[in-house]
């Protein structure tokens, strides 16, 4: 272990953990909305890499111009869902029947799947998967900056979206007070279709970037839900900024272990810190504002 | 009153009791034994979980310290692949107890979705340690003795002695249900702040109810490792397990004695006959997914409520016998 | 009252309709007496991960069976019966591997068994059929605690996975000291797989005075293989050993060195690359160059029964002999160690043919000859290496064998 290798392994956990933290935002945005925990993220993320995929392999589309058609469509697939299964939710038990309700329909999804296009492992391709650039002495792959980059652009277009404009308004209205949202005359259903739609079509691009960077089939979409759910709790439920910052801290501290002491240990070692965090701020680390109290 | 009101329970116990000594084929004693496993968890889950409305979602690991209690003990203590495996499954469930009550210590200081999160956690801890560690055989798992018998009745020793653990489960949960405790625990669910207001010490409670709730999960474990005879550290500390149990206590209906049981019972044995039946692609998948949704829509309090309010709409349009409801049937769920 | 007992009874209604759905098939009793009527056809069965974590394997071999199964009908079946087979998907968890193959014996009557994917699911599976007498054999449960865990019935017809490194290391230490690497990184899963494969290449390595410069063990679950390929880049060995389980972890790796600019002279992972074309399809066809895999068996294998399988195969399947997965060729084999037990007790009984496999035999298959040790242990076959060069796959150890091609030492820059 040296000083390079530190910050080596800090400057992949940063580049990666972004990426884990744009998908945890989609997550974290439907949960501060809709008060509904969307355990089907992990696999609309690789619903978005099999896209790109499909697109790619088959019609030789490059993985970033795909994007102009995945996102959009898996945002039509997050209003279907939305429409179709969660409006129904009704009641007290909203966050218990949406894991129910969304984990229905993630098995849906990976049967379906898993037939389309097997178990077999898949990986995406690009020059730009491949190669890389000398930065500081170090090696930089490309896809882990344009993935960086593509996240902080995501992100950063989601922030102008909920605090310049109209409707970004009324879904923070919507995140702080559904009730006193609905009197002032915002159509708080319109606003949560909406946001679903959302969150889940910012698994776009991070289901293309994960694809690039792991081989995966179907059933790796339960490791990333774990690890997604992890995230948001620890970045405090419902606030966007926590995702973002618990994703990368997540990564880091993970790839940082790994190098410091063991890759054996570095799960082990994250997994006592969340703990610990936890006991001491229950709401996560930036959770004070946008957890509901009810 | 209260013979009638409970009498139908024993028309069901005989067809548990009846099933294997009609039942033949050992595919379907098999399900049986598991099914039985998951509604005893289920129902040791719910005691705590479903009354307090702490969601523990790291109730793996007290399965996997039964598990591993039984798989060393038995290999430390050298006793042979008999019936006399079978009395250590209480101290599988006992050990399961002594392992709750650090885990409770420190995530029960925690309310809502943080405790559910703390409990996955501190799941994967102890998961990732069976793993690391020597004296659990890391990765390669634990091997128990061979059980030399044949198939011939085989399973009938597991299933009633599943059957017991669920009987004990479920007369657990009633006692506790019908107890000052139980209500304490219900009064912590409606109002925690209100409840330690009115004096309810609550965290030694809760901690009693989650340590109780062990016990069962322990001893399920521990008969599910001699029923196997190989444990590895990625099944017995299962984070699937941890969603099975809640979702079939959810799916049954949180917090009632019965919906535990039929979640699991349902559940457990319709994905493992879909999983037989249409396994020659991932169609099973789909069609378990498509029904639980279903279902879940249809009946969104949990399957035995909704059969409930059936009959109290019902009841109440045909006469007007509107008694108020059995308690170990109310209180629904609320969190 | 009377409504409450009313709902009561509903629910005991459901409760028995429920329990007796499985009351259907209510029949029992294992025709283990060995014989099948005359014009019936011989029903094997076996339990494959078709989803779920290892369904990768499964699927390759479930192709494995059924082309086995049809060769030897097309011969006429075994003892005149034509060879149904009937395989039922555990979804890669214990739980239904073991009412699966109960099923498969008690509802469905099979006559014999083959084993599941993965020592994970061999274990629990063989000591379930055990009960009924029936032979396991299987070619994807080669951890060594399925040995130590007194199995008579458990014959495994791939290779011992201990034992898979040492063509490579013996090779290594071979090398003229001019060619010999100075420096090695082991870097290893923990796996019961891949873990006892390490120490046993590491010291012959060692003896002959390579330096190891890493030595780590990853955790199998790791989200992000960066960090420790980097690490392994840094450490800047001449040869790097990976033990693998799958194709994404050495994939993963690959792809890390690449963009650390880092190339070993060797690059050797024990299992992904022997996937074939699913190997290359996810690390891109032009990046295999030079990567070995141990192992027993290869599409391009100069056995004869190995190279009228592949035929088949590609007839079937389509593709290249280098595209072949070596899954396909373990379940292949033990179809063919079956084939070999039924012709020989002349009959289907699974007593003679446990009682036959233990006896010492030697059995030709697609992965050369099989013979099994006490406990079940093929100990004949021979490791080989076998190393991507350009799009084919080609055995290049040991190199005394007839059929090795020189190997590509120092390996090619990635995408050479």
């Given at each position: 272990m040296n000083g390079t290798a530190v910050l080596h392994s800090i400057i992949d956990g940063v580049l990666t953990g972004s990426v884990y933290a744009l998908m945890a935002t989609g997550l974290t945005l439907i949960f501060g909305v809709m008060n509904i925990i969307n355990v089907a993220q992990g696999i609309f993320v690789i619903l978005g890499a099999y896209l790109s995929y499909a697109l790619s392999v088959h019609l030789g589309i490059d993985l970033f111009a795909g994007l102009a058609i995945t996102i959009p469509t898996l945002f039509v697939v997050g209003i279907v869902v939305e429409r179709a299964f969660l409006s129904r939710i009704k009641g007290p038990e909203r966050v218990v029947m949406s894991i129910l309700v969304t984990y229905a329909v993630a098995l849906v999804i990976e049967g379906v799947l898993d037939m389309v296009f097997t178990a077999n492992y898949v990986e995406l391709h690009a020059w730009y998967v491949d190669q890389s650039v000398r930065v500081l002495g170090i090696w930089l792959p490309y896809i882990y900056l344009l993935g960086f980059a593509l996240a902080l652009v995501l992100l950063g277009a989601l922030y102008v979206m909920l605090y310049r404009t109209r409707f970004g308004a009324s879904v923070r209205a919507s995140l702080a007070n559904q009730t006193a949202a609905a009197l002032v005359g915002i159509n708080v259903r319109r606003v949560s279709t909406i946001c679903f739609g959302l969150g889940v079509a910012v698994t776009a691009a991070g289901g293309m970037i994960y694809g690039a960077t792991n081989a995966f089939n179907a059933n790796s979409s339960y490791d990333l839900i774990s690890r997604l759910l992890v995230i948001i709790v620890l970045g405090g439920m419902g606030s966007l900024g926590g995702a973002l910052v618990a994703g990368i801290m997540m990564i880091t501290i993970e790839d940082l272990v790994s190098v410091v002491w063991g890759s054996t240990w570095s799960n082990l070692s994250f997994f006592v810190i969340l703990v610990i965090v936890l006991s001491l701020r229950p709401q996560g680390l930036f959770g004070q504002r946008s957890v509901r109290v009810a | 009153m209260s013979r009638l009101k409970y009498g139908w329970w024993l028309p069901v116990l005989a067809v548990f009791v009846v099933f294997p000594l009609v039942e033949k084929n050992p595919t379907y004693t098999t399900i049986g034994v598991f099914a039985l496993i998951f509604m005893g968890c289920a129902t040791s889950w719910n005691m705590f979980s479903g009354y307090?409305?702490?969601?523990?979602?790291?109730?793996a690991v007290f399965y996997g310290t039964g598990a591993y209690t039984m798989a060393l003990l038995s290999n430390h203590l050298h006793v042979p692949g008999s019936g006399d495996q079978f009395w250590l499954v209480p101290v599988g469930g006992l050990v399961a107890m002594i392992v709750a009550v650090p885990f409770g210590l420190i995530a029960l200081r925690v309310r809502r979705h943080t405790f559910v999160v703390i409990t996955i956690a501190i799941f994967f801890v102890v998961q990732l340690s069976a793993i690391n560690f020597s004296f659990t055989g890391g990765t390669s798992g634990l091997s128990l003795p061979l059980?030399?018998?044949?198939?011939?009745?085989?399973n009938t020793p597991f299933y009633y002695i599943a059957l017991g653990i669920v009987i004990f489960a479920t007369l657990l949960s009633f006692a506790v249900r019908r107890s000052r405790f139980g209500l304490q625990l219900l009064a912590i669910r409606d109002d925690e702040d209100r409840a330690s207001g009115l004096g309810v010490k609550v965290f030694a409670v809760k901690l009693t109810g989650f340590t109780l709730s062990a016990f069962a999960i322990g001893m399920c474990g521990a008969l599910y490792a001699v029923f196997i005879g190989q444990i590895y550290p990625q099944f017995v500390f299962d984070p699937l397990f941890d969603i099975s149990i809640a979702l079939m206590a959810i799916f049954g209906g949180l917090g009632t004695l019965v919906g535990p049981l039929l979640g699991a019972l349902v559940l457990e044995s319709m994905q493992q006959y879909l999983t037989l039946q249409f396994s020659s692609s991932s169609l099973y998948l789909v069609i378990f997914g498509a029904l639980f949704l279903v279902i879940v829509l249809f009946m969104p309090q949990g399957v035995v409520v909704y059969v409930r309010d059936l009959w109290t709409r019902h009841s109440l349009a045909s006469d007007?016998?509107?008694?108020?409801?059995d308690p170990a049937l109310s209180g629904s769920t609320s969190a | 009252m009377r409504g409450k007992r009313k709902l009561f009874r509903a629910l005991s209604v459901t409760s028995v309709l429920v329990a007796s759905l499985f009351t259907v098939a209510t029949s029992s009793g294992a025709s283990s007496s060995g014989s099948i009527a005359k014009g019936q056809p011989v029903l094997i069965g076996a339990s494959l991960s078709l989803t779920g974590e290892f369904s990768a394997d499964g699927t390759a071999f479930q192709a494995g069976y059924n082309l086995w199964a049809a060769d030897q009908n097309a011969k006429g079946g075994l003892l005149g019966h034509q060879i149904k087979l009937k395989i039922i998907s555990d979804a890669s968890s214990p739980t239904q591997v073991i009412t699966n193959y109960q099923s498969l014996i008690s509802t469905d009557h099979v006559n014999l068994t083959f084993g599941p994917f993965s020592s994970l699911l061999t274990l629990p599976a063989a000591k379930a059929v055990n009960r009924y007498g029936y032979a396991m054999v299987e070619g994807a449960g080669g951890a060594p605690s399925i040995f130590q865990s007194g199995l008579k019935n458990v014959f495994d017809a791939a290779l011992p996975v201990a034992d898979g490194l040492v063509p490579f290391a013996k090779w290594i230490a071979s090398l003229p000291a001019s060619q010999r690497p100075k420096t090695i990184a082991y870097v290893t899963s923990n796996d019961p797989f891949t873990e006892p494969q390490i120490p046993v290449a590491a010291k012959i390595i060692k003896a002959a005075g390579v330096k190891t410069v890493y030595n780590k063990v990853f955790a199998a679950e790791v989200t992000d293989y960066t960090p420790i390929a980097d690490e392994v880049a840094a450490a800047n060995a001449q040869v790097v050993v990976l033990g693998s389980v799958d194709v994404p972890t050495v994939s993963s790796f690959m792809q890390a060195f690449e963009q650390a600019h880092y190339n070993p002279k060797a690059f050797i992972a024990t299992a992904g690359p022997d996937q074939g074309t699913t190997f290359l399809k996810a690390v891109g066809s032009?990046?295999?160059?030079?990567v070995m895999v141990p192992n027993a068996w290869f599409g391009g294998s100069k056995n004869a029964e190995s190279v009228k399988m592949v035929s088949e195969y590609i007839k079937k399947y389509g593709g290249t002999a280098s595209g072949v997965n070596a899954d396909v060729a373990e379940a292949y084999a033990v179809g063919q160690v079956i084939t070999a037990a039924v012709k020989a007790t002349g009959g289907f009984s699974n007593a003679k043919i446990i009682t036959y496999l233990h006896s010492g035999v030697t059995i030709q298959s697609v992965l050369g000859a099989v013979k099994f040790n006490s406990l079940g242990e093929n100990n004949q076959p021979t490791a080989f290496t076998f190393q991507w060069q350009g799009t084919k796959f080609v055995e290049v150890n040991p190199t005394t064998d007839p059929g090795a091609t020189k190997i590509l030492y120092p390996k090619p820059a990635w995408k050479a």
């Open positions: - | 307090s409305g702490y969601i523990n979602l790291g109730a059980i030399p018998w044949l198939e011939t009745n085989f007007d016998d509107s008694t108020p409801m | 032009t990046y295999a160059n030079g």
